[in-house]
């Protein structure tokens, strides 16, 4: 058995999936445009911003967050430092959710969301060693005329760096069946589909995804296993879930620890899970140390924080001949880290 070292898994090259701009956002930067928008901090000193112990207050926070984007420049700004902070963890392919629905109800256009995000994006693709997509997270509790707004939108952009629409924010109160007509539109349009379900929610939930939006991928998934049927449905169809399994211990608090997060028994039946760390700047925890974390609580080895890597790519949207790129790239790099940690290739 290898066991790699933390400097070892953060440097493995890494696909992201599950990844919220707003939540990857440095708490330095929400500082400056706060106080460049007006807007008040509830902290004296901006190194505590982040400091959250509970779900209410971590809504404060992001309550803030999203106060202070309020120009193109700010949702650049975010989106491009998101990128570079991604880099920093070995990020080499992102999928991004960005989630409008808050800051237009405080008034900012879509466009204006968009034009920001998509410019940091492409900005962050052009000068950093990462590809990174988007996705729009549609607001549930926005309710579904809101979610057929946002999917008309985004069947409009630019489709190269859209790649799907995804739906969060809380699951208690929300019929979740009654986004079937947004997310039919979505498949229409040819846009991706998946859904934060069964994170706090019951498994139901992630039947609903599945069964009446026609979901390719499951946000969260912590429930699943509630459900034996369907989670053997799920494993046998391969769709993929984007697991964040430090979010669920200090955000959802479904969990006291990642020891005792079910990953390990959803990758022990079959589903296909993958590795993702939600709001990395919100939780100061990026994705390379989401994978030492996941290693140290299940006791897994290189290989299988490598396959879990891979297991990323192949859970992406990413064209096929992209995926068959990055796996080759990542295969080529696993060895070359091997090689200069004085471990034997990959088998
Ligand atoms: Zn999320």
Redesign the pocket.
């Known amino acids: 058995m290898t066991t790699a070292t933390a400097d070892h898994l953060r440097r493995l090259p890494k696909a992201e999936l599950?990844c919220?701009v707003e939540?990857a956002a440095r708490a330095a930067t929400i500082a400056e445009l706060a106080a460049g928008n007006g807007v008040g901090l509830p902290v004296a000193d901006p190194a505590d911003l982040f400091e959250f112990t509970d779900l209410n207050q971590f809504l404060e926070i992001y309550d803030v967050v999203c106060r202070s984007l309020v120009t193109a420049d700010d949702f650049h700004r975010i989106a491009y430092e998101a990128c570079e902070d991604g880099v920093a963890a070995g990020v080499r392919y992102r999928e991004m959710?960005f989630s409008p629905g808050f800051v237009l109800k405080l008034g900012v256009p879509i466009e204006t969301v968009w034009a920001g995000v998509s410019a940091g994006v492409r900005d962050a693709n052009a000068d950093l060693d990462i590809t990174c997509r988007l996705i729009l997270d549609v607001d549930k509790p926005s309710g579904p005329a809101h979610a057929e707004e946002m999917v008309s939108f985004a069947a409009g952009c630019d489709r190269e760096l859209l790649l799907g629409v995804g739906a969060?924010s809380v699951e208690r109160g929300i019929d979740h069946a009654a986004f079937a007509p947004a997310f039919e539109a979505a498949a229409r349009a040819g846009l991706h589909r998946t859904l934060?379900a069964g994170e706090d929610g019951p498994a139901e939930n992630i039947r609903i995804a599945i069964d009446v939006l026609g979901c390719e991928r499951i946000?969260?998934g912590f429930r699943l296993l509630d459900d034996p049927e369907l989670t053997r449905r799920v494993a046998d169809a391969g769709i993929p879930l984007t697991v964040?399994p430090t979010?669920n211990v200090v955000i959802a608090h479904v969990v006291p620890d990642v020891a005792s997060h079910p990953f390990d028994t959803q990758r022990g039946q079959g589903v296909r899970v993958t590795v993702n760390s939600?709001?990395p700047g919100m939780m100061r925890f990026d994705l390379a140390d989401e994978y030492v974390a996941v290693a140290d609580a299940f006791g897994y080895d290189l290989e299988v924080m490598e396959d879990l890597s891979l297991a990323a790519v192949d859970a992406s949207w990413a064209p096929d001949d992209e995926k068959s790129a990055l796996r080759r790239r990542f295969l080529e790099e696993f060895d070359v880290l091997r090689a200069e940690a004085g471990l034997p290739a990959r088998g």
Do not use: P, V
Request: aromatic share 8%.
């Open positions: 599950h919220h939540g959710f969060d934060h946000d969260h964040c979010s939600d709001d």
